[in-house]
């Protein structure tokens, strides 16, 4: 047989079969409009994707200025609203000034990439998110890879340095595993070495700091010269998009530099409106941010996690991906749904149930959590 004899994607059968022996392949389950099964996967941790005040945000705007933005916001896609919801974010976090993109992975990598380049160094932590990752491979820098949540290891990075600029890129709260990372620390060797500390929010915002203002605000660092934060508005708020927030020179230089912003169209204007409504929300019920740890904390005694969570994130590890999957699957059968995370998104050896607590949970919803979690993960660690 000749290689012009085969598909060019016939590779992908082996593939596929090998990630089915593996127990990692992936497939899509569709919900319906309102699921009959208690969701403890869903990142909507103050339970604003469904409040009413946030519904009709989106369908004002969508009302108002369209079903889309139209164009990238150089061109069309720059509407009030936008610029609206950019100032009541930054003011409510703390932040000089905002700007909003299409998504939270879109703002990953304009930040990384447009604040480091060619001849200079990041140093990011092992386990951040898949955007900054692929931010980091894009940014053209130089990329070390410290270990997780380590230090003396990002000390000892930047002072080996030969590059003039230096980026540090961490996730305030962790996904995977909800702990948090020790801002303060990195930030004062940030300052020690001139380096530039940009944070992922996206686990932080809507559930730590006072009223939600993130892990950020929390250790008094928003609104320092030298700190970039990155969020988006998926998780706590209900919506979708993403935000960079901080010095107004950061703001200018990304719409100069920034090719996720520069080249894709604006973030729905529908979006952008849901998302308002929502921050305005949980400027009116701050308690909603210590709902969510209360109902976490009771997630992690009920899953027997010993270490009491700081985040909505409660990770439950079970070891081999075959148990994790048997065991979300036995819970979804039950009526509730969880997260089920195996490599490449964990290390090999930890596949894990993910819970997510909301605020909205009711005393009915935790009693079935209880149950079901109480009998499948018996069977899972027999």
Not at 88 to 109: D, K, R
Not at 344 to 360: D, E, I, Q, Y
Request: aromatic share 4%.
């Amino acid at each position: 047989m000749t290689r012009t004899d085969l598909s060019p994607l016939s590779w992908l059968a082996d593939v596929e079969q090998q990630r089915r022996t593996a127990g990692l392949r992936r497939e899509l389950r569709a919900r319906p409009p309102v699921g009959a099964e208690l969701d403890l996967a869903s990142n909507d941790y103050l339970g604003l994707s469904q409040h009413p005040e946030v519904l009709d945000g989106g369908v004002e705007a969508l009302r108002t200025w369209g079903a889309g933005a139209g164009g990238s916001r150089l061109v069309t896609g720059n509407t009030e609203l936008h610029e609206e919801f950019e100032h009541e974010l930054a003011t409510f976090v703390g932040a000089e000034s905002a700007l909003v993109f299409s998504s939270g992975y879109t703002a990953n990598l304009g930040a990384v990439v447009a604040l480091s380049g060619a001849g200079s160094l990041v140093v990011s932590d092992a386990l951040t998110h898949a955007s900054l990752v692929d931010a980091c491979r894009l940014s053209r820098a130089r990329v070390v890879v410290s270990p997780h949540r380590d230090v003396a290891a990002v000390d000892a990075a930047l002072g080996a340095r030969t590059e003039g600029r230096a980026v540090v890129v961490t996730e305030s709260v962790f996904s995977a595993d909800g702990v948090l990372a020790p801002l303060r620390e990195l930030h004062a060797v940030c300052r020690r070495h001139g380096a530039l500390l940009i944070v992922d929010e996206a686990h932080g915002l809507g559930v730590r700091g006072t009223g939600g203002q993130g892990l950020l605000h929390e250790v008094g660092l928003t609104g320092a010269p030298d700190v970039v934060m990155t969020t988006t508005l998926s998780k706590a708020l209900g919506s979708q998009g993403g935000v960079v927030l901080g010095p107004a020179a950061v703001r200018a230089h990304l719409i100069d530099a920034a090719r996720p912003f520069i080249f894709d169209t604006g973030l729905a204007p529908a979006a952008v409106g849901a998302a308002l409504a929502a921050l305005r929300v949980l400027i009116a019920e701050p308690q909603r941010a210590r709902a969510v740890l209360t109902h976490a904390a009771e997630l992690a005694r009920i899953s027997g996690v010993t270490t009491e969570p700081d985040s909505a994130v409660v990770s439950v590890i079970l070891g081999e991906p075959d148990v994790a999957f048997a065991a979300a699957t036995a819970c979804l059968q039950r009526g509730v749904r969880v997260g089920c995370f195996r490599p490449p998104t964990v290390p090999v050896g930890t596949s894990r149930l993910r819970l997510t607590a909301r605020a909205s949970l009711t005393d009915d919803e935790m009693d079935l959590a209880r149950r079901v979690l109480t009998e499948v993960l018996a069977v899972a660690r027999a």
